[in-house]
């Protein structure tokens, strides 16, 4: 599964694009804060602890607390902001379900392949099993009669024995 690592940074990448900042940018500029709000909620809202996503920014959990508060109050009234947010919000999410059915499918094919795997050494086994069974058998039949079995001997009466 995608490490939370490569989730934080895919977020960022995400809210850096839509809203043509750079989060990690040290500045107080309108646009730029509400882009780490909108960070911080969607990582908030996906389990995130506002120490962590504090630490991501380079800011404290309480700073974090703040963006939460505030941010739910701004999305009320700011059209604009409310747009980009569920903007960033969809295509995370769209990442996010994308290679969860990636991994999913990966999983699938690894599942088939080893039950087929094993099915294969099944029935490799068994007919390790019967042609040994085979041999054994033209090796009793030789003591038993001094002689090896005709071909037609071993086509007609013998294999027979053995199909299964």
């Not at 694009?17 to 500029?29: A, S």
């Amino acid at each position: 599964m995608q490490s939370r690592q490569e989730e934080i940074d895919e977020l960022k990448r995400i809210v850096n694009d839509i809203f043509l900042v750079d989060l990690e940018v040290k500045n107080r500029k309108r646009n730029v804060v509400d882009a780490r709000k909108v960070y911080s909620k969607i990582l908030r809202d996906n389990g995130y602890s506002y120490d962590l996503i504090g630490e991501t920014l380079g800011k404290d959990h309480a700073t974090i607390i703040h963006y939460i508060r505030n941010i739910e109050y701004i999305l009320s009234y700011d059209k604009m902001l409310k747009d980009k947010y569920v903007a960033c919000k969809n295509v995370f999410v769209k990442t996010r379900k994308s290679i969860k059915e990636q991994i999913k499918k990966d999983v699938d094919i690894y599942v088939t392949v080893v039950r087929l795997a094993s099915e294969l050494q099944d029935a490799v086994s068994s007919k390790k099993k019967i042609l040994d069974e085979f041999v054994d058998y033209i090796e009793q039949y030789e003591k038993r009669n001094g002689f090896l079995p005709s071909v037609y001997e071993c086509r007609h009466v013998i294999l027979p024995l053995f199909n299964q």
